[in-house]
């Protein structure tokens, strides 16, 4: 652990933009996957001084990161995102770190040196391996082409002195040793932001380089425009509930043509990959090691109130089939909200949830006491007598005793 260790801010302020850099772009051609060849090799080190200093900056930042109380630390998790990143990581296959960082927002970021920081928000939108396969191909496709270093010297040539200079002096904090200070100085100037927010360009070669990646490791590549495709839908859903524009950093998405642009394009891409044997999906696997941090992501999800969106999201994962995990955390969404009508609405999906096999014991609590609001006495006893059998030691279990002695 690191004297001052990252705070969730400072990861959103400062690293969390790689996904969502080129949306501001205006669009450009089309690359064509096969167009593409990386331009590291097995065990890359930075050749001149210009990338020198960059990967010097960034290899503190990974000290920063490694020690950060922000990542999760799950051994078989970590072993099973680094092997995905073994197979869609071309020639860097064996220099690629993953770090897994627990903020509730969709977005990655990758490092020129070649480590990678995937939020657990992330993890929480993909439905098999496919789709996770293809993000980590998109954010190693930045790496294999070193578009960090181009967007660092497109930035040096745009930037005025003075910006520069400022900039530079952040950067000079890290030199010193007061490191975690030069971090937050960097987050709060953009610098880090700056870096990374990749031209359409870049980000249209870097979808070309992962959709090539999944497709030659096996995966079938329309998993990537699917995800870029649910993100649009996701934002849209969020601002619709909100009645108000979409939120920062996806602000861009609801006017803007580039992101429908780059799904279509993505689609294209993936029909060209398509060959024989690029099918799989990996959908058992990737929720095997997922595990029960699925629930948690869920429950970090739905405590962001964003209805709009958690109520999107619990239906996109549910095409694959709603269970009772899904359904719990639809009735906490609606509960949560709160306006008039939505505790019948949670009612309701705490009353699907039971039906599953894998209903967390909260629904039963949740769908006792709906019953008891609705004068269904004796099964709303049954329910709460369910969740104490289910769940003997939860802190509210003596409160729940007591309801049902009374
Ligand atoms: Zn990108």
Known sequence: MSDLPLTRRMMLGGLGCACCGGLAAPAGARIPPGSLRPVVTPGYRPVDADEQGLWQQYRRVEEEIAGSNLLIRDDALARYLGGIAGRVGGPAAKDLRIYLAHVPEFNAFMAPTG???????????????????????????????????????????????????????????????????????????????????????????????????????????????????????????????????????????????????????????????????????????????????????????????????????????????WNGLLRFYEGETWRLRGEAGDNLLAGRSYAAAVAYPDAPAEAWRQHGYQLLREGRRDEGRAALRRYLALAPSAPDAAIVRQSLAS
């Open 115 to 321: 480590f990678m920081v995937v939020f657990s928000g992330l993890l929480l939108r993909m439905r098999d391996e496919a789709q996770l396969a293809g993000v980590i191909g998109h954010e190693a496709g930045h790496f294999l082409l070193r578009h960090q270093l181009r967007a660092w010297r497109d930035m040096k040539r745009k930037t005025s002195a003075l910006t520069f200079l400022g900039m530079a002096a952040g950067l000079g904090y890290g030199a010193t040793g007061i490191y975690a200070g030069g971090l937050v100085q960097l987050a709060q100037t953009g610098a880090i932001l700056s870096l990374f927010a990749y031209s359409r360009e870049l980000e249209a070669e870097a979808d070309a380089m992962g959709v090539k990646q999944i497709a030659e490791a096996g995966y079938d590549p329309a998993a990537m425009p699917e995800t870029w495709q649910s993100l649009i839908a996701e934002t849209e859903a969020s601002a619709a509930m909100r009645r108000k524009r979409p939120r920062r950093g996806y602000s861009l998405l609801a006017t803007h043509p580039a992101p429908a642009e780059r799904m279509a394009d993505l689609r294209l891409s993936a029909r060209e990959v398509a060959g024989a044997g690029s099918t799989e999906r990996g959908r058992d696997r990737y929720l095997a090691a997922l595990g029960e941090h699925r629930r948690a992501f869920l429950d970090d999800q739905v405590k962001l109130n964003d209805p709009g969106a958690t109520l999107y999201l619990l239906r996109y994962l549910a095409s694959d089939g």
